[in-house]
């Protein structure tokens, strides 16, 4: 009896011990796999925080739309360059309403833009100048510039500085106007585009009777040339800006597609091919 | 593992090779349209033509469609590396990287360039089914092996020591 009774007892005495040991290994697999997560979770914190890092240095690099900070500071010398700059990439080329460049010029280059556009900004700041240079300026091109309503949110702003612009027209400014606003351009959708922006624009361009200005800004026609333009471009199923149309002057104008507004190559090999016509 | 849980974790990482499959014939398409100067195929007007030439197009010289065709090799190979815990940490993490960059050049789309390039989209949408799967698969890790598999195993190791 009493062997029986070791016996039990060492049956216990095991149990219990294997008992301990199965807690024990539970808990250690328990302890293992909460590290294991603790650690793909600081891995996934880190790919993550990397890839957010990556993204906004990608979105500040690349300017433009979200990030853009090229607001230039009234009276600043920055404003006094940039009036320069326009003057000089500009100036002395005949002006007529929206039309830059001489009505004899053989190639008609129709630009659809939104002032608040970054991506016409990008287009009028990099490819334009040279086409200027080039074509503009030796007569063989005149470029017409179009509104298209696709990057400013209120379609009243959107009116108000698109007349302001051809106000400016009227006294055969407007390229040094619209010149101005891109290259001023402001953050987007952040509504700089006040009666005080537009005032100061208006101060900057050259050649820009002001009181008369500020009264042509109220002239019907303007308004009426908006929606003219906005159904030129939906004729055409526009959808987007910079778009474009471009043929022989007085002749049917044709889409200009698959050209990148910063480059200005595609537009270069079109105007040679219609200068050959 | 257990079948079912292997079955599961195979026939998860297939539908991942399936949809890079995809993102690779889509970036593929992309980069040759870039590089042919053509109009790519758009049911939505000139959209993907606005999107493919806009200045966000290329990053640093670099055309996106280019680096999303790399980006989708580099996924594909994780996937069909020896699977493990580092071959899903680069899964994931280059999942992330192309969804992160994914959801950028669709912001881009929306609010600078006012155009929605269909194929752009489409790759957007499989990068972030993608990331999903990947995310969860990472954390999830090996599925553990079944309690009557381990015991077999074990039982199966036995004799060898007495062997020794």
Redesign the interface.
């Known amino acids: 009896m009493p062997q029986v009774g070791n016996d039990e007892e060492d049956l216990t005495r095991k149990e219990r011990r294997e008992q301990a040991r199965a807690q024990r290994k539970a808990v250690e697999e328990a302890e293992a796999a909460r590290a294991?997560?603790r650690t793909?979770?600081t891995?996934?914190g880190i790919?993550?925080a990397?890839?957010?890092v990556?993204?906004v240095v990608?979105?500040v690099?690349?300017g433009?739309?979200?990030s853009s900070n090229h607001t230039v500071q009234k009276g600043s010398a920055r404003e006094a360059s940039t009036v320069s700059k326009v003057n000089a990439e500009i100036g002395g080329i005949s002006q007529r309403g929206n039309v830059l460049g001489a009505a004899t010029a053989p190639v008609t280059l129709v630009y659809f833009g939104d002032l608040e556009?970054?991506?016409c900004r990008?287009f009028t700041l990099t490819a334009l100048p040279s086409l200027i240079q080039k074509y503009v300026r030796t007569g063989k091109l005149r470029v017409e510039y179009r509104s298209l309503e696709?990057?400013t949110r209120e379609p009243e702003t959107f009116k108000t500085q698109q007349i302001a612009a051809l106000a400016a027209g009227a006294q055969n400014v407007m390229w040094n106007f619209i010149e101005l606003f891109y290259n001023e351009q402001g953050q987007?959708?952040s509504g700089y585009v006040t009666e005080g922006y537009l005032s100061n624009l208006a101060n900057q361009t050259t050649g820009l009777n002001k009181a008369k200005w500020e009264e042509d800004r109220h002239n019907p026609a303007y308004e009426n040339a908006v929606t003219t333009d906005a159904q030129l471009a939906n004729s055409n199923?526009?959808?987007?800006?910079p778009?474009f149309l471009i043929g022989r002057t007085g002749g049917k104008l044709q889409?200009l597609?698959?050209?990148?507004?910063?480059e200005a190559s595609g537009f270069e090999s079109a105007i040679e091919s219609l200068l050959k016509k | 593992m257990s079948p079912a849980a292997s079955t599961h974790s195979r026939n998860l990482r297939i539908a991942m090779i399936v949809l890079t499959v995809i993102g690779i014939g889509l970036a593929t398409y992309l980069t040759y349209v870039h590089y042919a100067?053509?109009?790519p195929a758009c049911t939505?007007?000139?959209?993907c033509?606005?999107v493919q030439?806009?200045?966000?197009?290329k990053?640093?010289g670099v055309p996106v469609a280019l680096m999303g065709l790399i980006g989708y090799i580099a996924i594909l190979a994780s996937l069909l590396a020896p699977q493990g815990e580092n071959s899903r940490?680069a899964t994931?993490?280059l999942t992330?990287?192309g969804?992160?960059?994914s959801?950028?050049l669709t912001?881009?789309e929306l609010?600078?360039?006012?155009?929605i390039c269909e194929w752009c989209v489409s790759s957007a949408v499989i990068l972030t089914i993608l990331t999903c799967l990947s995310?969860w698969r990472?954390?999830r890790?090996e599925e553990a092996p079944a309690p009557a598999q381990s015991t077999a195993e074990h039982q199966a190791q036995a004799p060898l020591t007495p062997a020794s």
Not at chain 1, 257 to 262: D, F, R
């Open positions: 294991v997560r793909r979770m891995q996934l790919v993550v990397i890839v957010v990556a993204i990608i979105a690099a690349a433009g739309g979200g556009c970054p991506v990008e696709t990057a987007e959708d199923k526009f959808n987007g800006t778009a889409k597609e698959e050209v990148s507004p910063s | 100067g053509i109009k939505a007007g000139e959209s033509t606005k030439t806009s200045v966000y197009s990053v640093a940490l994931m993490a992330l990287i969804f992160g960059f959801a950028y912001y881009r609010f600078s360039i006012h155009a995310t990472f954390l890790g």
